[in-house]
C-alpha cells in the first residue's frame, strides 16, 4: 500500500519565517504533486516533480523531490499571511487515482 | 487555462431530494475524477473516467451515481444521501489516465439535512 507521511501536521509561524513541510514515503513515485487549499475550496496545483533530485522554485517557495523519488520537501522562505493554508503532498496511485498525504495547515501570523 | 468548473459552489438537500452536481473543463483533458472530502481531512477518491468511460468506482454507494455525457462534462447524481454525505465534494481533471498532474475545481459544499 502506498502510503505518503507529511509532516509537521500543524504549523504555526510569524510573518518573515521560514519553514518547511516534509512529505514521506517507502515508495518510490514516478512524480509527486503539491497543492495549498484554502478552506471550503479545492486543492490549487503548485509544483510537479518528476526527476529524482529535482528542485523547483516558485517565487519564495522552493519544492525539492527526492533522489529516490520517495520524499519530498517544501520549504517557504520569508513566510507572509497569504501563505496560510492546507498544504497537501500528492503522488499517483497505482489505479491513476492521486494518494493524498495529511496536509500541513499552516498559520502565519502578521 | 487549467481551469475546471464546478456548480453549485454550495448545495443543501433533504435525504428524500434528488440533487446533480455538475463539472466542467475545457482543457481537453481525457480523464476526470469524483473526490469526497470530509472537513481537516485530505481528499478521497469516489470515481475515475477515462476516455468517457467509467474506470474506478471506489466502492462508493449507489446513492452516488456518476455520468460523463461527453469528454468535458461530469455529473454526479445525488439520490437518497444520508448526513453523513455532507462533504466538499470536488472534480478534477487530468490529460489522461494515469497522469499525475491533476487539476481540481473549487468544489460543492454539500449539507444534507
Known amino acids: 500500500t502506498q502510503l505518503l507521511e507529511q509532516s509537521p501536521q500543524f504549523l504555526s509561524i510569524q510573518e518573515g519565517e521560514n519553514l518547511t513541510v516534509y512529505c514521506n514515503s517507502s515508495s518510490v513515485f514516478s512524480s509527486l504533486q503539491w497543492y495549498r487549499q484554502e478552506p471550503g475550496e479545492g486543492p490549487v496545483l503548485l509544483v510537479t516533480v518528476v526527476t529524482g533530485g529535482e528542485v523547483k522554485k516558485l517565487k519564495r517557495l522552493t519544492f525539492q523531490f527526492g533522489d529516490a523519488r520517495k520524499d519530498s520537501s517544501l520549504h517557504i522562505t520569508a513566510a507572509q499571511p497569504g501563505d496560510t493554508g492546507l498544504y497537501l503532498c500528492?503522488?499517483?496511485?497505482?489505479?491513476?487515482?492521486?494518494?493524498f498525504g495529511k496536509g500541513t495547515k499552516l498559520s502565519v501570523k502578521p | 487555462d487549467t481551469e475546471v468548473t464546478q456548480t453549485p459552489k454550495h448545495l443543501v438537500m433533504g435525504m428524500t431530494n434528488k440533487k446533480s452536481l455538475k463539472c466542467e473543463q475545457h482543457m481537453g483533458h481525457r480523464a476526470m475524477y469524483w473526490y469526497k472530502q470530509k472537513a481537516k481531512k485530505p481528499p478521497e477518491l469516489m470515481f475515475v473516467?477515462?476516455?468517457?468511460?467509467?474506470?474506478i468506482n471506489e466502492s462508493v454507494p449507489s446513492r452516488f451515481s456518476p455520468e460523463c455525457p461527453n469528454s468535458s462534462l461530469l455529473n454526479l447524481h445525488l439520490h437518497a444521501l444520508q448526513p453523513e454525505d455532507s462533504a466538499l465534494y470536488l472534480c478534477?481533471?487530468?490529460?489522461?489516465?494515469?497522469?499525475?498532474?491533476?487539476?481540481f475545481g473549487p468544489g460543492t459544499r454539500l449539507l444534507v439535512l
Open positions: 478534477a481533471s487530468s490529460e489522461g489516465p494515469y497522469q499525475e498532474t491533476q487539476y
Open positions: 473516467y477515462s476516455y468517457e468511460k467509467l474506470s
Open positions: 500528492a503522488g499517483g496511485g497505482s489505479q491513476g487515482n492521486l494518494i
